[in-house]
């Protein structure tokens, strides 16, 4: 007998994910070591990505059954990046807005591209991202928050979910709607293959941010004064 989809689809990306949690960029954030910089052109990065994304869930969503079974605003995360970016923007004190990587123009591309072409697609970004964020998420928010000594909930946006009263309870729903998507089997086998793109779409950003860490390396041997170090360091316990 056939698994579940919900299933099928995490053991069909399980080397997907192993490499994209074994990416340096994340093995380092992982370890505490986080950059301020750094983070904010990922969440620059995430900001193109996810307001792309929920643009293209919504119109898909009135007309591509599989889209609307996995329909969940409540997920959608565009306003509450947009509050982390000017938080960190605010504070690290740039005049200018970061521009996103070109791994992120690509990731958007490809968004841009399917919700005309091949709307059910959709259902794998929605998988690989969402289901992601609400499984990594509070191991994510602990380390950033301890790694940059934030205060409080300030720049975290990103990691809560105000409209969701349980994360297990809501995870169990959302597999349950993998597992009744109204897809056929050449739809579902579409979505496998899609959800190991978006793998390796996250992965390229991660890679292309590492890059970046390089010239931040060299940043911390000549720093310049930092407003969000200096007004943002937690007093010690
Ligand atoms: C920081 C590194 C990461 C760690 C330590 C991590 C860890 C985990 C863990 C422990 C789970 C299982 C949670 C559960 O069963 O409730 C999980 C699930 C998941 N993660 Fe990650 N993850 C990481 C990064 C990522 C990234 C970058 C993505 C996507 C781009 C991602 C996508 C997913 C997805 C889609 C699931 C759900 C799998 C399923 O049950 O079908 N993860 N992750």
Redesign the pocket.
């Known amino acids: 007998m056939q698994n579940p989809f919900?299933?099928e689809?995490?053991e069909s990306?399980r080397k997907s994910?192993r490499m994209?949690?074994n990416?340096a960029f994340?093995?380092g954030?992982?370890r505490g070591y986080v950059d301020p910089h750094n983070y904010l052109q990922l969440i620059t990065d995430y900001g193109l990505i996810y307001s792309e994304m929920e643009k293209g869930i919504r119109q898909a969503a009135k007309n591509c059954r599989i889209t609307e079974s996995l329909y969940f605003p409540q997920l959608f995360r565009t306003a509450s990046l947009e509050k982390d970016i000017a938080f960190f923007h605010d504070s690290l004190g740039r005049k200018k807005r970061l521009s996103p990587t070109r791994s992120a123009f690509q990731y958007r591309d490809r968004i841009t591209e399917i919700t005309t072409r091949n709307p059910h697609f959709l259902a794998a970004h929605i998988?690989?991202?969402?289901?992601?964020?609400?499984?990594?998420g509070r191991?994510?928010r602990k380390v950033l928050s301890r790694a940059l000594s934030l205060k409080g909930p300030e720049g975290l946006a990103f990691y809560a979910f105000p409209q969701i009263d349980s994360i297990?309870d809501f995870?169990t729903h959302f597999?349950s709607q993998?597992d009744n998507l109204p897809a056929d089997r050449s739809q579902q086998v579409e979505i496998i293959t899609e959800?190991n793109l978006?793998?390796r779409l996250?992965?390229n950003l991660?890679n292309e941010l590492k890059g970046n860490s390089l010239r931040n390396a060299f940043r911390l041997l000549w720093p310049t004064p930092s407003p969000f170090l200096k007004t943002r360091v937690a007093p010690s316990a």
């Not at 690989?128 to 609400?134: A, E, I, P, Q, V």
């Open positions: 919900s299933v689809i995490r990306t994910h994209v949690e990416a994340i093995r954030f992982l998988y690989t991202r969402y289901l992601g964020d609400l499984s990594g191991i994510l297990p995870k597999r993998l959800a978006v793998f996250n992965g991660f």
